[in-house]
């Protein structure tokens, strides 16, 4: 009789939060959406257990603090360097550097929203999980530490709720 092996792989869990400005000036298509006090993007520390490991992305959620009927649709792209930093309500303007960097890009789409409470604006909240990803996880060789940087950039014209908290959790297997 032959035996059964099983093959199980590491998961981890990497999550950041942003909270934007307390303003509702509206996006336009192709706006970053950015930290209030630093003009921060997104950033995924310790990525993998260790620098002998690769990774890759297989799921990704994203939170939202408050409930709007047209609900933004964020492109997250994906960076193995840190890029530069880009005001909320900008237009995000990559240099040709920055996407050398990029790993990927991961749609949260306007539709594909999960409402958890239905009470308007920043009484509400919504959320939504992406499957079946495949985007490689780089490793920094010899640092012991693997990081993401991403910077979510608006693909609608979304009037947000004042101070709107994202909070984005990646899933990542590692082989």
């Known amino acids: 009789m032959p035996q059964r092996v099983q093959l199980t792989r590491a998961v981890r869990f990497v999550t950041d939060s942003i909270t934007r400005p307390a ?13 209030v006090t630093t003009n921060d993007f997104f950033t995924f520390l310790n990525c993998l257990d260790d620098n002998t490991k690769t990774g890759t992305i297989v799921e990704a959620r994203l939170n939202v603090s408050s409930y709007v009927a047209t ?25 040709d550097a920055h996407l050398l960097t990029e790993i990927g890009a991961i749609n949260f789409a306007t539709g594909s929203y999960l409402p958890g409470s239905r009470t308007g604006g ?54």
């Open 71 to 95: 609900a933004p649709d964020i492109d997250l792209r994906l960076f193995h360097t840190a890029i530069t930093e880009t005001a909320d309500n900008v237009a995000w303007t990559p240099t």
């Open 122 to 175: 920043a009484g509400g909240n919504q959320s939504q999980i992406v499957t079946g990803l495949k985007h490689h996880v780089p490793v920094v060789k010899g640092s012991g530490v693997s990081s993401i940087f991403a910077q979510a950039v608006l693909g609608n014209a979304y009037i947000p709720v004042a101070s709107e908290i994202y909070t984005i959790t990646l899933t990542i297997e590692q082989n």
């Open 23 to 35: 303003t509702t000036t509206q996006y336009a298509i192709g706006d970053a959406l950015s930290e």
